[in-house]
């Protein structure tokens, strides 16, 4: 039966069930992104989790986490719950470690993990998930999207990036996405901004296109996986295309991540 299971994608290579299987993805962040995330790899045959969220279920939850039901929310079920039963469904042996916390306080799990994605909400939270990733070499993908309307603008904007951040290769601050001006910005705008749009059709559109480049990366089914990844999407075109800056960077020398930088922290007395 699990070979007929997967036949219908054997083109990706004659051990790539085995090399999904044995992968340990992190999803950091089970919501509108990762909630899709997780649906898509307990899909494709991924059998070994690490999970981080410590969230429940809310009605406004409802219009872009994909698993979640009405009864969650008036049950109060966790975002974690709802996605182990998500994996559950379809993997029933499914390893899965979950995290009813940051997993700024659980390194040591996200260590295990032999790719991350990060669903996660502010740019804070990528430089530090970057900097954990970076630390234990591994290969982070990170989605994320907003929607603006500036005064004036007819319309809203939509837009949102996917970003392959590997060890050894450029940043998200090489890739000029992670800004010191958009770091300091956020901070003093902490607690006053508001609710942020999400809606769930982008969020579905980055996540696969997330899950595209992790099986592309663990199977190398494409043969073509060698460069930097940082895709841009327009929710008001509906394009996700390579990022309009990437021609003009300067991506072989990264200077954020020292190599002493790899490893757990040491502290040397003075
Ligand atoms: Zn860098």
Redesign the pocket.
Known sequence: MENERYSRQSFLGPDAQDKIASCRAGVAGLGGGGSHVVQQLAHIGFKKYALFDGDIAKDVNLNRNVGTTLADVEGGVSKLDIARRTILGLQQDADIIAVPGRWQDNADVLKRCDIVFGCVDSFSERDQLERCARRYLIPLIDIGMDVLHPEGDPAPTMSGQLILSMPGG??????GFLTDQRLAQEASRYGAAGPRPQVVWPNGILASSAVGVAVDLITDWTRSLRGVVYRSYSGNTGLIEPHARLPYLDLNN????PVEQVGDPVFRKL
Request: aromatic residues 10%; proline residues 10%; positive net charge.
């Open positions: 450029p940043c998200m601050k090489c890739l990264c200077s954020h991540f």
